[in-house]
């Protein structure tokens, strides 16, 4: 099936974004932060350093596993089902949803991450208004939402997060999207070499390996957020720290709006490349 005039508009809107990820370079503090990290991991002996890799990495698959079982995610798969028949009556199962035209998949697409954008917005306020248990959550929320926002992402262009080589494509996907920002182009051409070298649709065949030092730099950088919160979190109006609520909405947000926007690039290739074969 060749490509429409759109769908050649896509393509070239993807290769202008993935342009602008290779000419990230990163800050001074960023930086200094990356070369710290990669200094403190090269104390460690490589077992010690596989182990903690590998138990993130199991964590995040279980994780992943996990959601996957909640109503919730039931009742919004439906509803994606649901809004996709609407464009087409002939879609039954999710992977019919490839069916639909590039700019219907993203209508899909945009309703999952506006939602997951809000979400990340608030939870940001939250970790920002203050107390040990908001700063402890943040960090596993913004886990929980980001995986969630590329699951629906995935659905949304028909692909059925449920099966072995989608969970690990998917979790991939995480692993690069929240990757610092200059490492990001680097992660986009293994994603891609990952899909040309497919064995089966089912099953994973490639390595399923998804942290390392570079990945801890994103978290860890939570804690400049955290910092800047403490920082005015005595700054109050009408009994609330505005500017701090203000600070971990902002960063929370701009996380997963990067996250979702990767996420909505990735799977608009994937649907271009294979209509293209």
């Known amino acids: 099936m060749s490509w429409s005039a759109r769908d050649e508009e896509v393509y070239t809107e993807i290769s ?17 932060y990356s070369k710290w990290i990669e200094r403190s991991f090269s104390f460690l002996p490589e077992e010690l ?37 609407a464009f087409d009556d002939t879609v039954v199962q999710i992977e019919d949803i490839r069916k639909l035209s590039i700019d219907q998949l993203n ?24 107390g040990a248990a908001a700063f402890i959550s943040d960090l596993i929320a913004l886990l929980l939402i980001n995986i969630r926002a590329i699951q629906f992402t995935a659905a949304a262009y028909g692909r ?25 182009g680097e992660a986009w051409d293994e994603l891609e070499d990952t899909l040309s070298n497919v064995q089966s649709d089912y099953f994973f065949n490639g390595s399923d390996k998804l ?22 979190n005595n700054k109050r109006a009408g009994g609330y720290p505005v500017i701090s609520m203000a600070i971990g909405a902002a960063a929370n947000y701009q996380l997963t709006r990067n996250v979702t926007e990767y996420a909505e690039r990735f799977y608009q290739y994937r649907y271009l490349i294979e209509k293209n074969s």
């Open 107 to 130: 209508y899909l697409s945009l309703q999952q991450s506006g939602r997951h954008r809000l979400y990340s917005f608030i939870q940001g306020g939250i970790a920002g208004s203050g």
């Open 16 to 32: 202008l974004w993935k342009q602008s990820l290779s000419e990230v370079s990163g800050n001074d503090l960023t930086n200094v």
């Open 211 to 232: 942290t390392n030092e570079r990945w801890l730099e994103g978290p860890g950088l939570q804690l400049f957020k955290t910092l800047a919160i403490r920082m005015f």
């Open 160 to 184: 059925d997060v449920h099966t072995p080589y989608e969970m690990t494509i998917a979790l991939k996907l995480f692993h690069a999207a929240t990757l610092p920002r200059k490492f990001q």
């Open 49 to 85: 350093k596989k182990e903690i890799f590998s138990h993130i990495d199991t964590s995040l698959f279980h994780i992943h596993s996990t959601m996957q079982g909640f109503q919730l995610q039931q009742d919004e798969r439906e509803n994606i089902l649901r809004t996709a028949k």
